[in-house]
């Protein structure tokens, strides 16, 4: 799933493309992405794109008369940007919203389809589909302590809540927990004042890492291979793979169809965690699915 730096690539690619320019169609060929009745997804064509934001994982585009078209990509979704007119070709092709420049074309791979599109009018219609959590890269240490302990959770699940933080998902809180040498099952509440200080860290680092690598690419073409797997990543995606760090290989949890990378003996003192129990433990602290994450809403 598109994360921060992932969001943060498409935004950068956008700006260059769509920004200034009008909005001449929007061309829908499944029936399960449009997600709002009004105001009707007709009246966006023929505005001008005006602003273009993130909102936690979603793209927002803003059109004039504080009209918004927000994506949600979820774990599946892409952006491409083609030639004017480009035909949706391939039952993967969902939508396409077409500039004088060229198309923007969202795909979704495989069979279920996730991926939504919301019609908003104004701040009262983005707040409804913003989960709440705070904007981590402009958060001081004390208000990142303050939204990770609102509950005493386990890291990897205040790191992942999108009503904690905004715009983090399992690729990078795995790569900020082994930069801050954290184990993803340590409490919230019994973080030292030390780990509190390199988790913050770490959080910013490794985002900031990542946006201004996925930014440099997106200068150079538009970003058409979002993953989040990437080779010169830590621990994410690496099982069994040497630890970038000590060598040792990179160990998992798994749980329903999540799975968390980590380093033994960098992050939990050189103990193994992927044990039933600790699976459970883990898994107890995360919704099963997903889909069950993004479902998240402030209260």
């Known amino acids: ?65 504080d009209l918004w078209l927000v994506l949600h990509l979820m774990i599946a979704g892409r952006l491409h940007w083609r030639a004017a007119g480009a035909k949706l070709a391939g039952r993967n092709a969902l939508a396409a919203f077409d500039f004088p420049q060229g198309s923007l074309v969202l795909t979704e791979a495989g069979s279920k389809r996730r991926a939504s599109l919301f019609v908003l009018q104004g701040e009262a219609g983005l707040e409804s589909v913003d989960p709440g959590g705070i904007d981590v890269m402009a958060s001081a240490l ?19 809540d999108p009503r904690v933080l905004s715009g983090i998902g399992n690729a990078y809180s795995d790569e900020i927990l082994h930069a801050a040498q954290l184990s993803p099952i340590q409490q919230t509440r019994k973080l030292t004042d030390e780990e509190w200080m390199r988790l913050h860290s770490a959080t910013l680092g490794t985002l ?55 380093c ?29 994450l993004e479902a998240l809403k402030r209260k």
Not at 11 to 19: F, G, K, N, Q, V
């Open 1 to 65: 799933m598109p994360e921060l730096p992932d969001i943060t690539a498409y935004l950068t690619a956008l700006e260059e493309r769509i920004m200034g320019q009008r909005l001449t169609q929007v061309r829908i060929a499944s029936a399960f992405l449009l997600r709002t009745v009004q105001p009707p997804l007709a009246s966006a064509e023929g505005r001008t794109v005006v602003a273009l934001s993130r909102i936690g994982k979603r793209i927002a585009i803003g059109l004039e008369d």
């Open 142 to 160: 004390e208000g990142f302590k303050a939204a990770l302990t609102s509950e005493n959770r386990t890291l990897k699940r205040a790191l992942t």
């Open 208 to 262: 900031q890492m990542w946006v201004n690598r996925m930014r440099v690419e997106a200068k150079n073409g538009f970003p058409e291979k979002v993953t989040a797997f990437r080779p010169d990543m830590a621990v994410h995606g690496r099982y069994n793979l040497p630890c970038p760090r000590c060598g040792d290989p990179v160990q998992r949890i798994r749980y329903a169809d999540n799975e968390t990378n980590y």
């Open 264 to 292: 033994a003996r960098c992050q939990t003192g050189g103990k193994v965690l992927a044990d039933r129990s600790l699976s459970r433990l883990l898994g107890s602290d995360w919704p099963r699915t997903l889909d069950g």
